[in-house]
């Protein structure tokens, strides 16, 4: 039925207010702030923050709280103080709690991370889409609840495997601080990285302030225009400004001079200026500014800065918080109004966008994204500008800034990314396999960055002659793997590249290289037949290549007792330790009280005897698992000991080596070895250790510790920003076999700051 016009027009002016609702809805829904911040306060603050310069640092972070989000503060050493509760963070409010920040001291006796961690979630089980939960961890130690290390011990797997998870479900991320080299840095880190939020490290407590404005910028993420100076540009969308100033010693007031030279200062303010200052900076926030040129009268610091309430923003998408080096990136970047994009092309086309990244090496690189390769303006229809990351992504913390220049206004967005190269831990092992010593790599994916359903790992060995096999990780279960580093003919130092590629956590596809670790398979040197009696003597004996046979691990088959002079000669026991001496029965007799005597017709020689075969059978295990980490020096107390299990397999060895000898010719197939499962090296004993592949597949794996070969910055459409020669018209698909030359890799023209 045609709708008479009236109802036609309405209809319409329905279909266009339910447009801008569904828009202003969408803005709407975008997560606010509610940050809760922990602080050390154990004792030993006193020597980590002498001037408890924490204090300033939390109403910094306080008063940088935006309105309508919500804050709280708690303390803690052995127990836990809540000091500010959360609650809706406003001005009227900000005044009325910040003094409480002062009780802020160095008197607690533990660190109980874990309860503060339980107590500052408040309960809360499940994710708020209204709200962006940070947790934000400041701490000098380690966890610490008890004088007994064990229930250190506990504690800190409990935060790990109960706390934590708990708090990833409740949609918390935490942003910890580690204050001085003391705290338990891998352990602070691995709080961040499992819950998606970040680690920082203040060197000092002059340090915290810029720490902290980091984690507020991470949590709040706010639009700033751009400090050029001591002079920054206001327009009539800005509803409010809020310029924070870093004060130096000696430093005259602050003062702030409006676009019609109005002075404004602490003690001469205005209606529409809220002042905190504080003797390490000032907080200025100006509501409803006058449009036009501002500036602050204070020294130049690269840290001050100006962030802006407005109804123009900046939005930029797609770099997590925690990334690694081989992701391919693509930085979004759109322009809003009221939470809406503008594509306007009149509007667009006026723009002057520069992408920089600030690299953790020192570089600067930056780009136009408002310009194509040929210099024209570009202008997106859908009205989104983006830039590939590529080779500038290494290991470490970089800093991503968009600064955009509309002629009549200006503003500019930062985002902090970490990257990070390690996505597995490694530790050294070894087992008993079947008489010989077999060492091996325990392999833990690193929670939170990795997908660990999509992993695939594999090792490149180079042996001492320099000859490389491939070797597959095996998989253990929850994130665990193992790695067999078998020797082959060639004793000595063997380096084990691992490559690790499938899917980040962010659900990019990556490819990096660990290591090289270095898995020790050095010969044992002992002395001659009769080095022995001269290294009695005090004189130098000549060293000899010991056989592979010697490096057998003893077992209950040696029948022969020690060599004559006594297992104590064989093993000299630290000092503090005592080793029984067992060699000589009458010692033992001596000792026995008669009440204890044997039986009548009872000999006990025959406990003598295998009592003196395992103390040299542990001596021997203990010695030789310990000798190869000993000086030349001390190598000379363990000689005897060594000798002593060579005589004990010489006549063995010589049937074993005959009968060898008849099968050189007949090719011997390798086969597989069962895993031993003990204590301690917490494999599963159904678990099969894999035979090394002497051909090596193409292609190889790298010789060198890898490098993104990503091109940097490289825009959209091949619109590469201009870094090398070499940075243009690199296709999409990147790192495709991890084939590196000898040369090492260097970035190309880097902008130094």
């Known amino acids: 039925m045609k709708l008479p016009p009236l109802s036609g027009l309405v209809f319409i ?150 706390v934590v998870p708990r708090l990833q479900q409740a949609g918390f991320h935490i942003h910890s601080v580690a204050l001085s080299d003391n705290a338990d840095l891998g ?50 969308s800005i509803e409010e400004f809020t310029a924070l100033v870093f ?142 990351l590529g080779r500038t992504i290494t290991d470490g913390t970089h800093t991503f800034s968009i600064v955009l220049d509309g002629k009549t206004f200006k503003r500019k967005k930062s985002q902090v990314v970490m990257v990070h190269q390690q996505v597995l831990e490694v530790t050294p092992a070894y087992r008993d396999n079947q008489g010989d010593l077999l060492q091996y790599l325990n392999l833990q994916t690193v929670t939170g960055l990795v997908n660990p359903e999509d992993i695939q790992i594999v090792a490149q060995i180079t042996d001492p002659q320099g000859e490389k096999s491939i070797q597959n990780a095996v998989e253990l279960g929850d994130g665990k793997y193992t790695l067999d580093v078998p020797a082959t003919d060639s004793k000595g130092a063997y380096e084990v590249l691992v490559r690790v590629s499938g899917t980040s956590l962010n659900g990019h596809p990556f490819e990096l290289v660990q290591g090289p670790y270095t898995v020790d398979y050095t010969p044992i040197e002992i ?73 009548a017709g009872f000999d006990p020689t025959w406990i003598l005897v295998v009592l003196g075969n395992l103390v040299v059978i542990g001596g021997g295990i203990f010695i030789y698992m310990k000798f190869l980490r000993k000086t030349d020096e001390e190598q000379s107390k363990v000689v005897q000991e060594i000798e002593a299990v060579q005589q004990q397999k010489k006549q063995k060895q010589s049937k074993a080596e005959a009968e060898n000898s008849e099968q050189d010719a007949a090719p011997v197939p390798k086969s597989e070895t069962k895993v031993n499962a003990d204590a301690e090296s917490a494999v599963k004993p159904d678990v099969v250790a894999k035979d090394v592949v002497n051909p090596v597949p193409e292609p190889p794996l790298p010789e060198q510790s890898y490098q993104n070969e990503t091109s940097a910055l490289e825009l959209e459409d091949d619109e590469t920003v201009e870094v090398g020669d070499d940075s243009d018209g690199v296709p999409d698909e990147q790192y495709p076999d991890v084939d590196m030359t000898d040369d090492e890799f260097q970035l190309d023209d880097p902008k130094k700051d």
């Open 247 to 388: 004060r130096k010693s000696g430093m005259a007031e602050t003062k702030l001079v409006a676009p019609d030279g109005s002075q404004y200062s602490l003690k001469q303010g205005s209606h529409n200026v809220s002042w905190f200052a504080d003797q390490e900076f000032d907080l200025i926030t100006v509501y409803n500014p006058m449009p036009g040129d501002w500036e602050v009268v204070a020294d130049i610091d690269p840290d001050n800065r100006v962030t802006v309430v407005s109804n123009l923003q900046v939005n930029m998408e797609g770099l997590p918080e925690n990334v690694l080096e081989g992701e391919n990136l693509v930085m979004k970047m759109t322009l809003s109004e009221k939470g809406r994009t503008i594509t306007n092309p009149n509007f667009l086309k006026l723009m002057e966008i520069t992408f920089r990244q600030d690299a953790a090496g020192g570089e600067t690189f930056e780009g136009k994204l408002s310009e194509s390769s040929d210099g024209e303006p570009k202008v997106p229809a859908d009205g989104i500008y983006s830039a590939k």
């Open 187 to 236: 352990f602070l880190k691995e709080l961040s990285i499992r819950t998606g939020g970040s680690f920082s490290r203040a060197g000092s407590a002059d340090e915290l302030l810029n720490v902290f404005v980091a984690a507020a910028d991470r949590a709040n993420v706010p639009d700033q225009v751009p400090l050029e100076g001591n002079h920054f540009a206001i327009d009539d």
């Open 527 to 599: 002395t001659n037949s009769d080095a022995g009696d001269r290294l009695a003597a005090g004189e130098t004996g000549t060293i000899e290549t010991f056989d592979e046979g010697a490096l057998e691990i003893p077992t209950l088959e040696v029948e022969e007792l020690p060599p004559e002079g006594g297992a104590d000669e064989l093993y000299e026991p630290p000092e503090g330790e005592e080793l029984q001496d067992v060699s000589e029965p009458d010692s033992i007799a001596e000792n026995t009280d008669s009440s204890d005597a044997s039986p």
């Open 13 to 162: 002016t329905l279909l266009w207010t339910l447009f801008y609702a569904v828009q202003n809805s969408q803005a709407a829904e975008q997560p606010k702030s509610d940050m809760r911040v922990l602080i050390d306060i154990s004792g030993s603050m006193k020597q980590s923050d002498p001037q408890n310069l924490r204090i300033p640092a939390v109403k910094l972070l306080l008063n940088l709280a935006p309105d309508n989000s919500r804050f709280g503060i708690w303390s803690f050493g052995q127990m836990v103080n809540n000091l500010v509760p959360s609650a809706a963070a406003s001005a009227q409010w900000k005044s009325s709690v910040v003094s409480k920040v002062n009780l802020i001291n160095s008197a607690g006796l533990y660190t109980n991370i874990g309860l503060a961690l339980e107590k500052a979630s408040m309960g809360q089980t499940k994710p708020d889409p209204e709200w962006e939960r940070t947790l934000v961890l400041l701490s000098d130690g380690k966890v610490d609840i008890s004088k007994d290390p064990q229930r250190n011990a506990a504690e800190k797997q409990r935060i790990l495997e109960k």
